[in-house]
């Protein structure tokens, strides 16, 4: 049976903003290390590129870690064919003529859209749109060894 309403929000996600909703935070949630996995020899060039910008902040951040590998390369990968499909737009436009002398649309719009869909789900999930980082609590001034969800429990947020 399919799980109701509002994904959850990953816990590091949380912990950043602050837990604003006050809800109950999972203490015992898996903790992988927060560093970041190898990028698969598998992605596009430009995949590859997207993944060497993005994946050293998002360790950073704590939220991109060892076993996020597939979920950060379907974004990579995503955003990759998003971006072939805008080039080839800029380059030739976005309607054809057909030899029967109708317009047409060319298929990389559709393919644009899409793959710009599939990238703004795994945007949410990593913290990567405005609204979600405009809700992040920067940890400046932490300790960097100490572990996030341990001073937010510490600080009374966990009840």
């Not at 976005?94 to 793959?115: C, D, E, F, L, N």
Request: glycine share 8%; proline share 6%; hydrophobic share 35%.
């Amino acid at each position: 049976m399919a799980q109701r309403g509002r994904k959850p929000k990953p816990t590091a996600v949380k912990v950043l903003e602050g837990n604003p909703g006050k809800r109950a935070i999972n203490t015992a949630e898996p903790k992988p290390e927060k560093k970041a996995p190898r990028c698969p020899t598998w992605l596009e060039e430009e995949a590859k590129k997207e993944w060497k910008r993005m994946a050293k902040q998002l360790e950073h951040l704590g939220i991109l870690t060892e076993i996020d590998m597939a979920a950060f390369a379907g974004y990579c990968q995503a955003y990759a064919r998003w971006k072939e499909a805008e080039e080839f737009i800029t380059q030739h436009g976005t309607i054809v003529k057909t030899p029967s002398g109708y317009w047409q649309q060319v298929p990389q719009v559709s393919i644009a859209q899409t793959y710009l869909k599939i990238m703004n789900k795994f945007c949410e999930q990593f913290g990567l749109t405005p609204s979600a980082r405009s809700r992040i609590v920067s940890d400046s001034g932490k300790d960097e060894q100490s572990d996030e969800m341990e001073l937010l429990l510490v600080k009374g947020g966990g009840s």
